[in-house]
T-cell receptor, first 116, second 115 residues
Framework: DTGVSQDPRHKITKRGQNVTFRCDPI?????LYWYRQTLGQGPEFLTY????????KSRLLSDRFSAERPKGSFSTLEIQRTEQGDSAMYLC??????????????FGEGSWLTVV | DQQVKQNSPSLSVQEGRISILNCDYT??????FLWYKKYPAEGPTFLIS?????DKNEDGRFTVFLNKSAKHLSLHIVPSQPGDSAVYFC??????????????FGQGTTLQVKP
């Protein structure tokens, strides 16, 4: 399977703990995105990488959130000192660069976070 | 500020009939629109897209219509099948502003197709 892969799929953590999610994009895609989705809402943009450079961050991404893509391949999203409001599905997506690709991005299965 | 709106939270249709899902947007800079389908506990799956230079794009049972003057798009599914039951998200992108590929999503419409 060469789709976007996310790990773990589910995470339950106590408030105040740190969590980290990993995303492996489609191999030839140099753009990588993190989105967050809560119940009843559409995915909300968090941040975006082109290769290893983090080019945009949403104001939704508080100081407790940090994302990295050190070698331009996989990415990690860390949430420090988790709060109950962080409970959501965290979605990773990737896309190639180029006019022919339109702006279609391809999502992974998502990582569910529950903060108790 | 909800730039992409799906005003119908749910839609129920009979198998074999047409499903029409609607989406409105406010940002006139959006020039690329997509529909995604999502099953519970899974990530969204790309369904169909349309560029602002077109007013219609068709792919099998799925057709997307774009009315730029009204800032409105719709997804038609015909004939609807029970396997189409899912949440459908409309998304939009402004490819001109640095072309980041960032998508803005609507809230979603839950489609139920009854056998």
């Amino acid at each position: 399977d060469t789709g976007v892969s996310q790990d773990p799929r589910h995470k339950i953590t106590k408030r105040g703990q740190n969590v980290t999610f990993r995303c492996d994009p489609i191999s030839e895609h140099n753009r990588l995105y993190w989105y967050r989705q809560t119940l009843g809402q559409g995915p909300e943009f968090l941040t975006y990488f082109q290769n290893e450079a983090q080019l945009e961050k949403s104001r939704l991404l508080s100081d407790r959130f940090s994302a990295e893509r050190p070698k331009g391949s996989f990415s990690t999203l860390e949430i420090q000192r988790t709060e109950q409001g962080d409970s959501a599905m965290y979605l990773c997506a990737s896309s190639p660069v180029g006019a022919s690709s339109g702006n279609t991005i391809y999502f992974g299965e998502g990582s569910w976070l529950t903060v108790v | 500020d909800q730039q992409v709106k799906q005003n119908s939270p749910s839609l129920s249709v009979q198998e074999g009939r047409i499903s029409i899902l609607n989406c409105d947007y406010t940002n006139s800079m959006f020039d690329y629109f997509l529909w995604y389908k999502k099953y519970p506990a899974e990530g969204p799956t790309f369904l169909i897209s349309i560029s602002s230079i077109k007013d219609k794009n068709e792919d099998g049972r799925f057709t997307v219509f774009l009315n730029k003057s009204a800032k409105h798009l719709s997804l038609h599914i015909v004939p609807s099948q029970p396997g189409d039951s899912a949440v459908y998200f409309c998304a939009a992108s402004d490819r001109g502003s640095g072309n980041t590929g960032k998508l803005i999503f609507g809230q979603g419409t839950t489609l139920q197709v009854k056998p």
